[in-house]
Nanobody
Framework: QLQLVESGGGLVQPGGSLTLSCAAS????????ITWHRQAPGNQRELVAA???????NYADSVKGRFTISRDNAKNTVYLQMNSLKPEDTAVYYC???????WGQGTQVTVSS
């Protein structure tokens, strides 16, 4: 069974950067659209970015120009590079495989001085 494991979260100051990784346990990961979502306390889970098998990419308006999603199918990994982080980016970040309908366990990102 496919498993997704996120990593790379942590505490960062406003204006700082983090790179999140979503690693999959099998190679079929490469044919799925992979999305990153986030959920802050008291809020609904929201879509942050998506990358299709074809490489097509979409971003939420709130992160355009600051976040970059990419994938390395040889490593079965999708990345989310986050720059110019703001306190409102604080949330648990999850990756999701559309093909498998599977979520990772999440990684906490906290942006605070």
């Amino acid at each position: 069974q496919l498993q997704l494991v996120e990593s790379g979260g942590g505490l960062v100051q406003p204006g700082g950067s983090l790179t999140l990784s979503c690693a999959a346990s099998r190679s079929s990961f490469g044919i799925s659209t992979i999305t990153w979502h986030r959920q802050a306390p008291g809020n609904q889970r929201e879509l942050v970015a998506a990358i299709a098998r074809t490489g097509a990419i979409n971003y939420a308006d709130s992160v355009k120009g600051r976040f970059t999603i990419s994938r390395d199918n040889a490593k079965n990994t999708v990345y989310l590079q986050m720059n110019s982080l703001k306190p409102e980016d604080t949330a648990v970040y999850y990756c999701y495989s559309v093909l498998d309908g599977l979520w990772g366990q999440g990684t906490q990102v906290t942006v605070s001085s």
